[in-house]
C-alpha cells in the first residue's frame, strides 16, 4: 500500500476538489493501486495463496451444509416442548413438596448456584502492566522527514516537519579502528510529519515501512524497532548456526552484551529476518541461471525429517542450498532457465538435463572399479594411467 491511514483520513470532497488536475490524476493512480492491492487480498483463499485452510469462513469450509441447521433447529423445538416424561417429573415434585411438614428442609436437587460473571479476554481492568524497564543512553540520533507530499507529490521543506513519534534501536557495530571489537550501539530514531504548502495534505515519514514485495505480505517489523540488523544477524547466527534455544539466546544477550530481550521479542526476530532475506533467493536463481558452468550434489539431511535431501547448486560466485526431495522435479525447478553446462555425477535426476557433463572424480573411481573387477571381460575395456599433477 502507497497511502497510510494517515493520509486516507485527510482525503474528502473539498482536498480533491482543491487539487490541480495534473496532482489529481496522479492520485487517482495510486488510488487506484491501493485498491486493486486491497482487492487481491480481499480475494485470497487456501485455493490460490499460501494462507491456511483454517482461514476459511465457518459457512465456506467443507462439510458444512444445511444438516447442521435443520439439527439446531430439532433442538430449539425440543427446548421449547418438552416431553412427556419431563412433565410428569415436574408434576412429581409439585406433589412431593405439597406433602412435606411446614419447616422442613426442601428435598431433592438444591438451589443451582447464581452464574459467575463472564471474563473478558485479555488484560483485566486494575491490573499492572508490562514494559521494558531496561534504559539505555542513545550513541546518535537520527532524523527521518518526508521530502514529497503523498497528495500532491509536491517537494516539503524540511524545516517545516515536526516530529510527531520515534523509538530506540539496538544494533551491533564493529571494525571501526578507533573501537575495535563487537560493540553496543543504541539510536534514537525521530520520525517528522509536515504539512504541504500547495494542498494542505499532512505527509509522515512512516517508520519502518516494508517493500512492495509479495513475499513481506503480513510481515510487519516491529521488533526491528529495537533490534538492529547487526543485532538481529547475532541471533539469527546463534540460532542456526550454533543451534541454541530461544532461551538460551536469551541468557546469552543477557550475560554477554547486557541486554534484555524477552523470548518472545527474539522468536519475533528470527521470523522477520527470515521474510525480510527471502527475495534474496530469487536474487540466487537469477544468478544461477545466467552462468556457464553449475555443479550440483546433493546428499542426506539428517536434521530434517527423513526423505529430505540437501542440495547444493554451484558457481563460480553464487552458491545455492535446497531441502527438498531427491526426485527430479528438484532439479527441474531450479534449472528452470538455464542453458548452460552441468556438471554432476550419475544420479539419473540429473539425466533428463541435455547439456550435462560427468564428474571426472566420479568416472576415475568407476574406472577404476573396472581394473580391480573379477571380471576377465572388463580389465580390456579400461587402459588409463593416474594423473599426475604438477604445481
Known amino acids: 500500500m502507497k497511502l497510510s491511514q494517515h493520509d486516507l483520513r485527510q482525503l474528502d470532497d473539498g482536498y480533491l476538489q482543491r487539487l490541480p488536475e495534473a496532482a489529481l490524476r496522479a492520485l487517482s493512480l495510486t488510488l487506484l493501486a491501493d485498491l486493486k492491492e486491497a482487492q487481491e487480498r480481499l480475494q485470497q ?13 465457518p459457512w465456506d469450509r467443507p462439510g458444512v451444509d444445511a444438516t447442521a441447521a435443520s439439527d439446531t433447529d430439532a433442538d430449539e423445538d425440543d427446548a421449547v416442548a418438552p416431553s412427556r416424561d419431563a412433565t410428569a417429573r415436574d408434576d412429581d415434585r409439585a406433589a412431593d413438596a405439597a406433602a412435606e411438614p411446614p419447616g422442613a428442609p426442601p428435598s431433592g436437587d438444591p438451589t443451582p448456584p447464581p452464574a459467575r460473571p463472564k471474563r473478558k479476554p485479555g488484560k483485566q481492568p486494575g491490573t499492572p502492566g508490562v514494559g521494558r524497564t531496561q534504559v539505555f543512553t542513545a550513541h546518535a540520533t537520527e532524523e527521518h522527514r518526508p521530502t514529497a507530499c503523498h497528495g500532491c507529490q509536491a517537494s516539503l521543506a524540511a524545516a517545516a516537519a515536526v516530529c510527531y513519534t520515534g523509538f530506540q ?3 551491533l557495530v564493529w571494525g571501526d579502528p578507533k573501537e575495535p571489537g563487537v560493540r553496543l550501539r543504541v539510536v534514537d530514531h525521530r520520525f517528522f510529519e509536515a504539512g504541504c504548502d500547495a494542498c494542505g495534505h499532512h505527509t509522515r515519514e512512516q517508520p519502518m515501512q516494508v517493500a512492495d514485495d509479495p513475499t513481506l505480505e503480513g510481515v510487519q517489523l516491529r521488533e526491528w524497532r529495537l533490534v538492529g540488523p547487526g543485532l538481529a544477524t547475532l541471533i539469527v547466527a546463534l540460532s542456526l548456526r550454533f543451534r541454541l534455544s530461544r532461551a538460551r539466546i536469551h541468557e546469552f544477550l543477557d550475560d554477554w552484551l547486557g541486554v534484555h530481550l524477552s523470548i518472545g521479542t527474539i522468536h519475533q526476530t528470527l521470523h522477520e529476518a527470515a521474510a525480510v532475506v527471502a527475495p534474496v533467493e530469487a536474487t540466487l536463481l537469477a544468478d544461477i541461471h545466467a552462468s556457464g558452468l553449475l555443479h550440483a550434489d546433493e546428499t542426506s539431511w539428517p536434521q530434517q525429517e527423513q526423505g529430505r535431501w540437501l542440495w547444493v547448486f554451484l558457481t563460480a560466485t553464487t552458491t545455492l542450498y535446497v531441502i527438498a526431495g531427491r526426485g527430479k522435479a528438484t532439479v527441474t525447478q531450479v534449472l528452470d532457465g538455464f542453458t548452460g553446462w552441468l556438471m554432476s555425477d550419475g544420479w ?13 572424480a566420479h568416472l576415475l573411481r568407476k574406472a577404476q572399479g573396472l581394473v580391480d573387477c573379477y571380471d576377465a571381460g572388463a580389465g580390456p575395456l579400461v587402459t588409463w594411467s593416474a594423473p599426475r599433477w604438477k604445481p
Open 45 to 57: 483463499n487456501p485455493n490460490n495463496s499460501s494462507r491456511p485452510p483454517s482461514s476459511r469462513a
Open 169 to 171: 534501536s539496538l544494533d
Open 348 to 360: 539419473f535426476s540429473y539425466r533428463g538435463y541435455p547439456r550435462r557433463l560427468r564428474c571426472w
